[in-house]
């Protein structure tokens, strides 16, 4: 089976960082999304990771660690627009193309 | 850019009604999906469909078929709807080797069943 675990909410300032962890536990694994899901609209693609390291883009960067089953999501210069829930999703190996979805942490971004 | 559509926003219909969700996608993905998506619960695997005429259940699949007859069009079914389908559904769609599979999702479908 897989397990995703992620905090239900957090809160932060305009203008800080703030990161978000997933850890998750599946059997093999093929893979790690984060998506961005406004309130009342569908999630949006934001990174991948298969390889341990990080990966920035822009302003938000994505880590992975394979071997403590880790990720997480950073937030840099945070903007009231990331007002959102963000959902982690981890891919089974052995060729699944089936993600499973964390329950997603609504993050409150305070002026 | 990848384009998922469904068809209905917003739908409100009856108990014991038959109700059908349609999704199109236009990027000549193999795989797609149908969630359900609830406070609290998170995003539920409803169905999904790696090919033509073929259809496999996930997590949630009682209450619900699908039925994909061509490549682009995946459409859910509820063939006696219930309250407790009330729900956002979001359609979905991948393909092998496009950015990991990735899962693009159209814009929701919010269903009441009153």
């Known amino acids: 089976g897989q397990n995703i675990d992620q905090p239900t909410e957090m809160t932060a300032t305009e203008g800080a960082i703030v990161q978000i962890n997933c850890t998750y536990q599946t059997s093999g694994f093929n893979g790690l999304f984060w998506y961005q899901q406004h309130a009342g609209e569908a999630p949006t693609f934001l990174s991948y990771?298969?390889?341990?390291g990080l990966e920035e883009k822009g302003r938000f960067s994505s880590f992975l660690s394979r071997s403590k089953g880790y990720s997480y999501l950073l937030l840099k210069e945070l903007q009231m627009k990331d007002s959102a829930s963000y959902l982690c999703?981890?891919?089974?190996?052995?060729?699944?193309?089936?993600?499973?979805f964390g329950r997603g942490t609504s993050l409150i971004v305070h002026p | 850019d990848v384009k998922v559509t469904q068809s209905s926003r917003y739908l409100v219909k009856r108990t014991g009604e038959k109700v059908f969700l349609e999704c199109v996608q236009d990027m000549d993905h193999e795989n797609m999906f149908w969630y359900r998506q609830d406070p609290g619960l998170g995003l539920r695997l409803i169905y999904f469909s790696y090919d033509v005429k073929m259809k496999e259940k996930g997590d949630i699949p009682e209450g619900y078929s699908v039925s994909r007859e061509k490549k682009e069009r995946f459409s859910l079914i509820l063939e006696s709807a219930s309250t407790n389908q009330t729900s956002m559904y979001l359609c979905?769609?991948?393909?092998?080797?496009?950015?990991?599979?990735?899962?693009?999702f159209g814009e929701g479908s919010w269903l009441t069943v009153v």
């Open positions: 979905a769609s991948s393909s092998p080797g496009v950015s990991g599979n990735t899962i693009y």
């Open positions: 990771n298969v390889l341990d």
């Open positions: 999703a981890a891919l089974q190996g052995g060729g699944s193309y089936i993600p499973t």
